[in-house]
């Protein structure tokens, strides 16, 4: 039999059910600014009908109702659309870092101008063309040795930049493998203590947010998988090898040595033995994120540092062999240590005049690239191709980003809190609040009746 105060129990659950769905949109408002936060949702269900038919039971039509409860607080999340928008980030990490490291590059060479390299080499060869005119006046050997002096001081300067951009590159490549270690180990944490309350029949979403949110910075690190558990927790694969496990654990990376000079590739490894060269990977484009960025950036900068070295020894050679001394150290092994010769420094006398148009033609000559291109030339197609690898990169950059804020846009509109939707739900569930209590005042005035004036005479 329906207890008298049956009524005023669904009336509690309603006046329950809406304070939380309150609470709830409360939540919402509160964290409606705070990054990588998920909206949630009071899920309303009817409770279980009075009551469950039996065999002595008299039937009739249809079951009373109980009212009602909130049995989850739902994430509103689209796990398709985080995939999509997390291999965009790897993307958009990878040319992004590719293309700021590519800008600083582009930076060292100002070229046109009139302190560039390219004005510098025709300077040296315009200058032995002039002491041709007299090749015993020391004036004009005098300029010939300044513009050969000001010639391998660019040369060495450029090759110094160029090497502390590599070694910085070196250096946020080791930052990037502690920023994975970090983000390994708080999710392998955030595991632990989700799958804790998963088994309590919590449902822990804000320390889900937080774990999708070191989830998509992983992703714009390196190519990411994600597997989702039914206990709560995810298994994270990191460049096709698992990172952070099922059971909470997760693997800590490494550099292989030796990664402290210019031609050492970058092989990361797994604490459990895996490991994945990043340098072949990023140079045939197979990965994406910022560390790869970073090696294939890192790589470009070597090449451009092996043809400075090129056209040093070029131009030593070249010019030596025609001079019949040393006009260039012999010593030198290519950008880094080029520079003219003891004897040139200390006497103009060692310049040899007679030897000037021979040595003003190598101007013209193609002794680069197989016999291809002059100084000048190899120098303008160097000069082209780090402009072309920026702008290259600039493009891919652009559309990578134009994806990734396009997914941004749309994970927002479906997991970002609308304020004024919320304020429209408060609304709703604050007639429902009224209307609960409402039935509890009648509810009462019915008792009253029932227990207090009925039998009075």
Not at 108 to 134: A, D, M, R, T, V
Request: hydrophobic share 40%.
């Amino acid at each position: 039999m329906i207890s008298t105060f049956f009524g005023l129990e669904i009336a509690r659950r309603g006046l329950m059910s809406e304070r939380t769905a309150m609470n709830t949109t409360a939540h919402n408002l509160a964290n409606a600014n705070v990054e990588g936060y998920t909206r949630q949702e009071a899920v309303h269900a009817a409770t279980p009908p009075y009551t469950i038919p039996t065999r002595e039971q008299t039937l009739v039509p249809g079951q009373l109702g109980t009212g009602v409860e909130i049995y989850a607080i739902r994430r509103i999340r689209d796990e398709l659309l985080d995939v999509q928008l997390r291999n965009a980030m790897g993307e958009a990490g990878f040319w992004e870092e590719r293309e700021d490291a590519l800008s600083r590059i582009e930076a060292i060479f100002p070229e046109p101008s009139e302190h560039g390299l390219q004005s510098l080499i025709g300077k040296f060869f315009n200058n032995w063309h002039e002491l041709n005119n007299s090749p015993q006046d020391l004036g004009l050997k005098a300029a010939v040795r300044v513009a050969a002096e000001e010639l391998t001081v660019a040369v060495r300067q450029t090759y110094a930049q160029l090497g502390d951009n590599e070694r910085n590159l070196r250096d946020l490549v080791h930052d990037q493998v502690g920023e994975i270690n970090r983000i390994a180990e708080e999710i392998g944490n955030l595991n632990q203590r989700i799958k804790t309350l998963v088994g309590m029949g919590a449902q822990p979403n804000d320390l889900m947010d937080r774990r999708d949110i070191l989830l998509d910075k992983l992703a714009a690190i390196g190519t990411e998988t994600v597997v989702r558990q039914n206990d709560g927790t995810v298994i994270v694969s990191l460049f096709g090898q698992e990172l952070v496990h099922a059971d909470g654990t997760f693997e800590t990376i490494t550099i292989e040595e030796p990664f402290a000079g210019r031609e050492d590739s970058l092989v990361i490894t797994f604490s459990s033995g895996p490991t994945v060269d990043i340098t072949a990977a990023a140079n045939a484009y197979t990965l994406s994120g910022s560390l790869a960025g970073i090696e294939s950036a890192r790589q470009k900068v070597i090449g451009y540092m092996g043809d400075l070295d090129t056209l040093a020894n070029a131009l030593r050679d070249e010019v030596n062999a025609v001079h019949e001394t040393e006009f260039f150290a012999a010593a030198s092994t290519g950008a880094a240590d080029f520079d003219l010769s003891d004897d040139i420094k200390e006497d103009l006398k060692n310049i040899d005049g007679t030897k000037a148009l021979a040595v003003a033609g190598l101007r013209d000559d193609p002794t680069m690239v197989d016999g291809t291109a002059t100084f000048e030339g190899f120098y303008r197609q160097l000069v082209t191709r780090i402009g072309e690898d920026m702008r290259g990169s600039g493009e891919r950059t652009a559309g990578a980003r134009a994806v990734r804020e396009q997914l941004e846009n749309l994970r927002k509109s479906v997991s970002g809190v609308s304020i004024d939707e919320e304020l429209t739900k408060l609304m709703q569930y604050q007639y429902g609040f009224q209307a609960c209590s409402r039935v509890i005042t009648i509810m009462d005035d019915m008792l009253d009746t029932l227990i207090n004036r009925m039998g009075r005479i």
